[in-house]
């Protein structure tokens, strides 16, 4: 395994299975994918509520951020993905791209062939779509995309509640606008979870020239002459690659390798012993989240999923599943949504939400011993800007993950006012039937200063984080508009971390985006038939 490889890609995740599977399309073209995490042969990452189960841990690092000092130093749990698939085989598989808007603004700083014209088709490429074929959907791409197959009636509760506030329904958040509430899309194909290793991976493992490693840690990428020639693994096995090493490893594990490798900010690794090989100080820097704020009311009977968590409940959700593909097992938790204003003259909308069909469903989050439903409300376009940093010379230490949320006054202000809109939805009459009361925030809350103790406790990542290694044409770019990096050759970054702004939704679409993208882009400065 130590020679012999075209690519070396660094992470199978939603980007980088993506890459493996489009440059491996070429029989002559050897790539070699490595996967710091295991398989996904576990049923929780096949079934659509086995979401519940990933951010208490399941296919985890099990990071958590530096204290936040703009938010009384909480400390956030910080699920990033360990297993092949990445961030789609963990997620709650809501597939949204954001703004059209987002991508131009890509463009209009530098980014050339980012716009949304240029983006679309490669949306379009990967789709599988069961509803929609038209100028903004692809039908027979590897990717399920699907209604939802379980909705509850208190989902259409909520798009009529939110319809009487003056927020219409929105049949396809990701056509011509987002503007609306509505039921999301889901990355699924029959009532199971459509990760990228199950929809680029699975389907290519009889390829000769593709070679899928699992539980293979990487300890750095090798340098020579200004060029990436390769990778070290965990155990000191050398691996060159004759073309290109693509690093697909995240938005906090790509900037990590990167600086485990000696190539970031050279005081900082100085510091802590590290070689330096390339001074980069913008590699980590520029993080970006959506922090995820949420009301929480008990229900009047059993609305949501939260009566399954009995024992012999669970036990017929899941003969229901085998037998009928639907019921609590075939839903995602959060199928229900939509894009609203915090700000009136935002350009497109800054808030989006997300309807949790029960309590508790993400780790830190309160349950309601009666049963409950959540609602979910980020603000989407965060001007704080954070860092990831190594906290030493040791791959096995956890890094300094610091989001900097609610650094800049403008995101608290539009996250309290994103907060306040999910709690007048809630007390709309056409929920009335489904919700007892409001229990968090609750009636006790009605300052800006309450309501800013109260997130400081009751607030979670929305495991959106972007930007860390930022694609430019600026001097302190990471990576150009092809995502090669700035300073070694033969070294590219795919993922999420080369946004230079966190697209307006989740980012998992925008993800398998970049890696279709980047797959052509590859093939193209290759000389590889596209």
């Given at each position: 395994?130590?020679?012999?490889?075209?690519?070396?890609?660094?992470?199978?995740?939603?980007?980088?299975?993506?890459?493996?599977?489009?440059?491996?399309?070429?029989?002559?073209?050897?790539?070699?994918?490595?996967?710091?995490?295991?398989?996904?042969?576990?049923?929780?990452?096949?079934?659509?509520?086995?979401?519940?189960?990933?951010?208490?841990?399941?296919?985890?690092?099990?990071?958590?951020?530096?204290?936040?000092?703009?938010?009384?130093?909480?400390?956030?749990?910080?699920?990033?993905?360990?297993?092949?698939?990445?961030?789609?085989?963990?997620?709650?598989?809501?597939?949204?791209?954001?703004?059209?808007?987002?991508?131009?603004?890509?463009?209009?700083?530098?980014?050339?062939?980012?716009?949304?014209?240029?983006?679309?088709?490669?949306?379009?490429?990967?789709?599988?779509?069961?509803?929609?074929?038209?100028?903004?959907?692809?039908?027979?791409?590897?990717?399920?995309?699907?209604?939802?197959?379980?909705?509850?009636?208190?989902?259409?509760?909520?798009?009529?509640?939110?319809?009487?506030?003056?927020?219409?329904?929105?049949?396809?958040?990701?056509?011509?606008?987002?503007?609306?509430?509505?039921?999301?899309?889901?990355?699924?194909?029959?009532?199971?979870?459509?990760s990228t290793a199950m929809a680029f991976l699975a389907p290519n493992k009889g390829r000769q020239n593709l070679t899928v490693k699992t539980n293979?840690?990487?300890?750095?990428?090798?340098?020579?002459?200004?060029?990436?020639?390769?990778?070290?693994?965990?155990?000191?096995?050398?691996?060159?690659?004759?073309?290109?090493?693509?690093?697909?490893?995240?938005?906090?594990?790509?900037?990590?390798?990167?600086?485990?490798?000696?190539?970031?900010?050279?005081?900082?690794?100085?510091?802590?012993?590290?070689?330096?090989?390339?001074?980069?100080?913008?590699?980590?820097?520029?993080?970006?989240?959506?922090?995820?704020?949420?009301?929480?009311?008990?229900?009047?009977?059993?609305?949501?999923?939260?009566?399954?968590?009995?024992?012999?409940?669970?036990?017929?959700?899941?003969?229901?599943?085998?037998?009928?593909?639907?019921?609590?097992?075939a839903s995602s938790l959060f199928e229900t949504g939509g894009f609203w204003y915090a700000d009136p003259d935002a350009r497109s909308p800054d808030?989006?939400?997300?309807?949790?069909?029960?309590?508790?469903?993400?780790?830190?989050?309160?349950?309601?011993?009666?049963?409950?439903?959540?609602?979910?409300?980020?603000?989407?376009?965060?001007?704080?800007?954070?860092?990831?940093?190594?906290?030493?010379?040791?791959?096995?230490?956890?890094?300094?993950?610091?989001?900097?949320?609610?650094?800049?006054?403008?995101?608290?202000?539009?996250?309290?006012?994103?907060?306040?809109?999910?709690?007048?939805?809630?007390?709309?009459?056409?929920?009335?039937?489904?919700?007892?009361?409001?229990?968090?925030?609750?009636?006790?809350?009605?300052?800006?200063?309450?309501?800013?103790?109260?997130?400081?406790?009751?607030?979670?990542?929305?495991?959106?984080?972007?930007?860390?290694?930022?694609?430019?044409?600026?001097?302190?770019?990471?990576?150009?508009?092809?995502?090669?990096?700035?300073?070694?050759?033969?070294?590219?970054?795919?993922?999420?971390?080369i946004m230079p702004r966190v697209n307006s939704s989740n980012t998992n679409a925008p993800t398998i985006m970049i890696g279709e993208k980047a797959?052509?882009?590859?093939?193209?400065?290759?000389?590889?038939?596209?």
């Open positions: 395994m130590t020679k012999g490889f075209d690519f070396i890609v660094v992470g199978g995740g939603s980007a980088g299975s993506v890459v493996a599977a489009r440059l491996s399309e070429d029989p002559s073209v050897r790539v070699l994918l490595l996967e710091a995490g295991g398989s996904d042969r576990h049923p929780f990452f096949h079934l659509p509520a086995g979401f519940a189960k990933m951010t208490k841990g399941i296919g985890s690092w099990g990071w958590s951020t530096i204290p936040q000092k703009h938010m009384k130093n909480r400390v956030f749990n910080y699920t990033q993905a360990k297993v092949i698939g990445g961030g789609s085989a963990i997620n709650a598989q809501i597939y949204t791209r954001g703004a059209a808007q987002d991508y131009d603004e890509w463009h209009q700083l530098g980014c050339e062939g980012w716009s949304f014209a240029d983006v679309l088709p490669y949306f379009k490429k990967s789709e599988d779509n069961d509803t929609h074929d038209d100028a903004f959907h692809g039908q027979g791409g590897p990717l399920g995309v699907s209604q939802p197959a379980a909705p509850l009636p208190i989902c259409d509760a909520y798009i009529e509640a939110a319809g009487q506030l003056g927020i219409p329904r929105n049949t396809d958040v990701n056509a011509q606008k987002q503007d609306g509430a509505a039921y999301y899309q889901l990355t699924q194909r029959k009532a199971r979870r459509s293979a840690q990487v300890r750095r990428i090798m340098v020579k002459d200004g060029r990436a020639t390769g990778i070290e693994m965990a155990d000191g096995t050398e691996i060159t690659a004759r073309n290109e090493v693509i690093l697909s490893s995240g938005a906090i594990g790509s900037p990590r390798l990167l600086q485990l490798s000696g190539i970031g900010p050279a005081a900082a690794l100085r510091q802590i012993g590290i070689d330096v090989v390339l001074d980069q100080p913008n590699v980590g820097a520029n993080l970006q989240d959506h922090l995820d704020l949420y009301a929480i009311c008990e229900v009047t009977g059993p609305h949501t999923y939260d009566r399954y968590a009995k024992l012999h409940l669970s036990a017929m959700a899941g003969l229901q599943y085998l037998l009928t593909r639907k019921g609590p097992v808030i989006q939400m997300h309807l949790g069909l029960g309590t508790g469903i993400e780790a830190g989050v309160e349950a309601m011993p009666n049963g409950g439903v959540t609602l979910n409300a980020c603000f989407l376009r965060p001007r704080s800007r954070g860092s990831v940093r190594l906290r030493s010379g040791d791959p096995a230490d956890m890094p300094c993950i610091d989001p900097n949320y609610l650094a800049d006054p403008y995101d608290r202000e539009m996250s309290i006012r994103g907060l306040k809109l999910v709690q007048s939805i809630l007390a709309q009459d056409a929920l009335k039937p489904y919700i007892m009361a409001e229990r968090l925030p609750g009636p006790g809350v009605r300052t800006d200063t309450e309501y800013f103790d109260f997130i400081c406790t009751h607030s979670k990542t929305s495991h959106h984080c972007a930007g860390t290694c930022r694609m430019g044409v600026d001097e302190g770019a990471v990576v150009d508009p092809r995502l090669r990096f700035n300073g070694i050759e033969g070294l590219r970054v795919v993922d999420a971390s797959a052509d882009m590859i093939k193209e400065d290759q000389g590889i038939a596209l």
